[in-house]
């Protein structure tokens, strides 16, 4: 096995997803390039514990791999959480973060010669909006693409609108969003609402019609 190589990374930008999700882009000054394959996932060693692996905390990239230097994470604060806590109160722009990775084998299949169906909700969108930024920059061929994206509440929708957006370049990715405590339901009574125009038995005539 390779030996594990651990990255001095700098944050150079955090942004509010929604209010209680940032966005944090790192770079890694120290070379050029740090590659990953879309889906993959880095560990930080936060200051957080004196024990070493109670210090290590993964987190998917949510950006696509560019062949920079940078790549974004999405994450949310857990209440009670100490690496959130960390990264939420502590870390600013400038703030070093040890890491290692990238890691993990969850990515896209070499040739995308079925329908690719994504399931998740909260910061699980991560790895998917990767692999779709990437099938749309590098022009990957592939047949239909879903994301299927699930929140109790409307704000927990995650990179809504860059999703409405991907539609538009991908013409074969469609974008379901299912909020259990929206308001109002529609119709009323029912458990899930969807965006106007898609029902249930539109999303699933739309993945099996
Ligand atoms: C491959 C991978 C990818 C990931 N990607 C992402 C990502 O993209 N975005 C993201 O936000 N997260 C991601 N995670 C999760 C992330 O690694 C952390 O687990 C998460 O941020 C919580 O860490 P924390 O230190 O804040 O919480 P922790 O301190 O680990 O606590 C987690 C929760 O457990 C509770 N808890 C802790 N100790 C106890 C106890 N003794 N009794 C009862 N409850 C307790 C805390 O209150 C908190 O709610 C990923 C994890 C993996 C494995």
């Known amino acids: 096995m390779p030996p594990t190589i651990w990255y001095e990374g700098r944050v150079t930008r955090i942004d509010p997803l929604n209010s209680n999700t940032r966005s944090f882009w790192i770079e890694v000054p120290e070379t050029d390039r740090f590659d990953f394959q879309a889906g993959q996932f880095i560990t930080m060693d936060l200051p957080i514990h004196e024990k070493r692996l109670q210090r290590w ?18 994450i949310v604060q857990l209440e009670g959480g100490l690496a959130t806590k960390y990264l939420f109160e502590e870390v600013r722009v400038g703030t070093a973060i040890r890491f290692k990775g990238p890691g993990g084998a969850f990515v896209l299949p070499e040739t995308l010669d079925r329908d690719v169906v994504m399931i998740c909700t909260g910061t699980g969108v991560a790895p998917f909006r990767s692999m779709l930024l990437d099938i749309r920059n590098k022009d990957i061929p592939h047949r239909k693409l879903h994301l299927i994206f699930g929140t109790r509440f409307e704000e927990a929708i995650l990179y809504k609108a860059e999703f409405l957006d991907l539609m538009k370049s991908l013409p074969k990715f469609t974008y379901f969003r299912g909020v259990v405590e929206g308001k109002p339901c529609e119709p009323p009574g029912r458990p899930t609402r969807c965006p106007p125009g898609i029902r249930a038995p539109c999303l699933y005539g739309s993945l099996f019609g």
């Open 57 to 74: 905390r993964s987190y998917s990239i949510a950006s696509a791999p560019e062949g920079t230097n940078a790549f974004e994470l999405c």
